[in-house]
């Protein structure tokens, strides 16, 4: 009471032991905290019993299994305030998505700090200089619902945020500024990475409100086991499950099996190895903190294997089994460069390697006159791209920000009378994107959920109809033009136009998906134009060509658009008539899903030819150029005009495009010296 200057001040009594020699070794959860601890006689007893904790057969027990000599295991007891959090949240002294050593992260949301802890909101986010301590990145959330402590029950209950605080940020400059200083404090005292949770008080002024509530040894980077001796390793490779290797890397950890979102969102944390059935835009939240992704199902162009490689997190598909043989809680090294997942840790955990970014690696990078584009989904992730030597965005899919960003059926909005959230919503997280690298182009290709996809989101239900097939159902064109959703497909030109014209970011530009028939882009393009879309020197409209009758209707379909974007992995599927996500006739015989097929190689060829003779540009957007660089080849001596790959092959493309061009163009001269010599001779 008398530091606070409160009266009778709650105060919460917490046990906190380490070991001589021993300063990594973690007794969280053996020794007792009492909380909500008031008055003299109570505190002394709390104090003592939280010294006689030390022997209680828990702790004994624990200390036996982990071989602690006792009498070398020591406690102090802090006092603490009770913390009225106003706003509360998670510190790593290291980057935990990175391993940067020099950056400080800070999470933040409003309320107690087990509701960022369990993951149960998304928190604001700060990324802090540890020399400096400036500020090097933000990134605010829609914070709907804090933990907050109800004075009559003494019960944490959960509220919902009132709206004028959910897109406001939950922390100052300065606060920012003072908890990445205490950070570094701590980092230093205990010499190494920091896990560390904290909380502002509502009832002190500033700085006496800051409270680091717990420190410890941050695991997932600071703390790894070193490397055990290749022998051992060799030994202990005892292969759990096999799949398809969807997204390169290596990624040791233990495993979370989720068969739901909801049980994501409960259970999946920073670094846990993510075990599910398979994944739809709703699971990315959870896939952007795992470690690694195994799933059941899918094949190398499912959703799962697609965002993975976008994430750069390494993913393996299509196991069959996983969920049944992984166990929750073991440990596991997933090798997803061959697609197998081992028992336990046979060597040095490594990150997944990150899309290069660095200056000399970007210097580097060879000029091509084929352009090349980059595939993103997540937006605020162009922020580790954005150096990387791209011509624009090539295909940016906008499903992550309707369910992670807006989480409601467009319908929906609309008829409670809040359909301006969506397009609020849609507009900035397109200019998240077009801003960052501008005056390059962003090519938005406009929504392509599936039924069974809208339904996930809030009030879709009442909206989406139950389709046997919904790859092959209402989506794309046909879903924009239909009297049900045309209203819905306006709130997303809206959205385009808004960046455009309130911004000034004419760098956007539009794309159609899964269209079918000439009669439903004209449809669609007056749609478009009723929105103030207009086509235009400054603003282009692609249609995606993933359907047959685009390349069987190629002269009829360049007159309505001013690109197209091969997707090559529709496209494969409905000419081969080959389900892209069946493990069944890949295991029978690979070639039965190949995008070298000899048709999807001459539609392909046809479909740029027709194209140029219409002086209508040509792209491609699949997974082919980065998977096979014969077929790079191919699309070079076709004369395809650009390229769009994932981030984390940009530079790998660059340099294949410029060998193939370097090397079409000796060709080239080759054959034109013959012919000279030819014409001399003769």
């Not at 002394?44 to 602690?68: M, N, V």
């Not at 090294?333 to 970007?362: F, L, M, Q, S």
Request: hydrophobic letters at 40%; one cysteine or more; proline letters at 5%.
């Amino acid at each position: 009471s008398s530091s606070t200057g409160l009266k009778n001040t709650l105060v919460a009594v917490r046990s906190s032991a380490t070991a001589e020699d021993l300063p990594d070794a973690s007794f969280a959860g053996q020794h007792e905290t009492y909380l909500n601890v008031s008055g003299e006689k109570a505190l002394l007893e709390s104090i003592q019993k939280c010294w006689s904790s030390l022997f209680t057969p828990r702790a004994i027990f624990y200390r036996e299994q982990k071989g602690f000599e006792h009498g070398k295991v020591l406690i102090s007891v802090a006092v603490q305030k009770m913390v009225n959090s106003r706003v509360a949240g998670v510190i790593f002294t290291i980057n935990p998505t990175t391993g940067d050593k020099g950056q400080i992260v800070i999470e933040g949301s409003w309320g107690l700090g087990e509701a960022v802890v369990s993951g149960s909101v998304t928190p604001d986010y700060y990324i802090v200089d540890k020399e400096t301590l400036r500020i090097l990145e933000r990134r605010i959330a829609k914070k709907h619902m804090e933990i907050v402590r109800d004075p009559k029950t003494g019960e944490n209950v959960h509220l919902e945020v009132p709206p004028d605080r959910q897109e406001k940020p939950c922390l100052t400059d300065e606060e920012i500024s003072y908890l990445a200083e205490l950070a570094k404090r701590i980092e230093e005292h205990y010499g190494t990475a920091q896990d560390i949770e904290w909380a502002i008080d509502w009832d002190l002024p500033y700085p006496k409100n800051v409270f680091i509530v717990q420190s410890r040894a941050e695991t997932v980077w600071a703390m790894k086991a070193p490397p055990k001796p290749a022998a051992a390793a060799k030994a202990e490779r005892e292969v759990a499950v096999k799949g398809l290797a969807a997204s390169p890397g290596v990624y040791a950890g233990k495993a979370k099996v989720v068969l739901t979102v909801e049980e994501a969102a409960e259970h999946v944390k920073r670094g846990d190895l993510l075990v599910t059935r398979m994944t739809n835009p709703d699971w990315v939240p959870y896939m952007r903190v795992a470690g690694a992704i195994v799933t059941d199902e899918g094949g190398t162009t499912c959703h799962a294997a697609i965002v993975s490689r976008e994430l750069g997190i390494p993913c393996v598909v299509g196991t069959g089994n996983a969920t049944q043989t992984l166990k929750t809680g073991e440990e596991y090294t997933v090798d997803a460069n061959v697609g197998v997942i081992y028992h336990g840790i046979v060597e040095e955990a490594k990150p997944a390697p990150a899309a290069p970014t660095a200056a000399v690696e970007v210097e580097a990078a060879p000029v091509t006159g084929t352009k090349i584009l980059m595939n993103l989904g997540v937006p605020e992730k162009i922020e580790d791209y954005k150096h990387l030597p791209f011509d624009g965005i090539g295909l940016m899919r906008i499903e992550f920000i309707m369910s992670s960003y807006i989480g409601k059926h467009p319908l929906y909005l609309i008829e409670i009378g809040q359909p301006q959230e969506f397009v609020d919503k849609m507009a900035e997280g397109i200019a998240e994107v077009a801003r960052a690298i501008y005056p390059r182009p962003v090519v938005v290709r406009l929504s392509d959920f599936k039924t069974n996809e809208y339904r996930k989101l809030k009030g879709g239900e009442k909206y989406e109809p139950h389709e046997d097939n919904p790859m092959l159902g209402w989506r794309g064109v046909s879903r924009y033009i239909s009297s049900q959703y045309e209203e819905a497909f306006k709130l997303e030109c809206k959205a385009v136009r808004k960046v455009r014209e309130e911004q000034g970011l004419i760098n956007v530009w539009v794309m159609l998906p899964f269209v079918r028939t000439t009669w439903e882009v004209e449809k669609c393009l007056e749609i478009l134009e009723s929105e103030g879309l207009r086509r235009g020197r400054d603003f282009k409209v692609w249609l995606m060509a993933e359907v047959p009758s685009i390349v069987f209707m190629a002269d009829e379909f360049s007159k309505l658009c001013d690109g197209f974007s091969i997707g090559s992995n529709d496209l494969t599927q409905l000419i081969l008539g080959t389900d892209r996500d069946s493990q069944i006739l890949p295991a029978i015989d690979k070639r039965y899903f190949d995008e070298r097929d000899p048709a999807v190689k001459r539609a392909i060829a046809y479909l740029i030819k027709v194209a140029h003779k219409h002086g209508v540009t040509v792209s491609i957007c699949g997974q082919a150029p980065s998977v096979y660089p014969e077929f790079v080849d191919f699309l070079i001596r076709c004369g395809i005009d650009s390229i769009s790959v994932n981030p984390d092959v940009v530079i790998q493309t660059k340099k294949m495009v410029a060998s193939v061009e370097r090397r079409v163009m000796l060709e080239k001269l080759i054959e034109g010296g013959k012919t000279e010599e030819t014409n001399q001779e003769t």
